[in-house]
């Protein structure tokens, strides 16, 4: 059965961090596209970054690309969203998923889906 997990979602300050992971159970990442996206209550999902898993090839929604990054752990099958300078509006639930197109940040283009993890910034 082929499964994402995401977790390390939580409460955090106005200009703190958390990082989130993505793990897959079921199958291997080798050729896909990992997206993390999210979604705020009331808002459409949009997507924040993706990471092409055979090279590491790295992309980013304007508004996060200096403060978050995706990257990912072979020996793990996990890909990581580290989440820096963190803003009231950053909070959301974030999903990865596992999708067929390189760089590319549209949910439909994504098969594959976890939960999500909530993220709340706060102070």
């Known amino acids: 059965q082929v499964q994402l997990v995401e977790s390390g979602g939580g409460l955090v300050q106005p200009g703190g961090s958390l990082r989130l992971s993505c793990v897959a159970s079921g199958f291997t990442f080798r050729n896909d596209n990992i997206g993390w996206f999210r979604q705020a209550p009331g808002k459409e999902r949009e997507g924040v970054s993706t990471?092409?898993?055979?090279?590491?090839?790295?992309y980013y929604e304007d508004s996060v690309k200096v403060r978050f990054t995706i990257s990912r752990d072979n020996a793990k099958n996990t890909v990581y969203l580290q989440m820096n300078s963190l803003k009231p509006e950053d909070p959301a639930v974030y999903y990865c998923?596992?999708?067929?197109?390189?760089?590319?940040?549209?949910?439909?283009?994504?098969?594959?889906w976890g939960q999500g993890t909530q993220v709340t910034v706060s102070s």
């Open positions: 990471i092409k898993y055979s090279t590491g090839t790295t």
């Open positions: 998923a596992s999708g067929r197109a390189e760089g590319v940040l549209l949910d439909w283009w994504y098969d594959y």
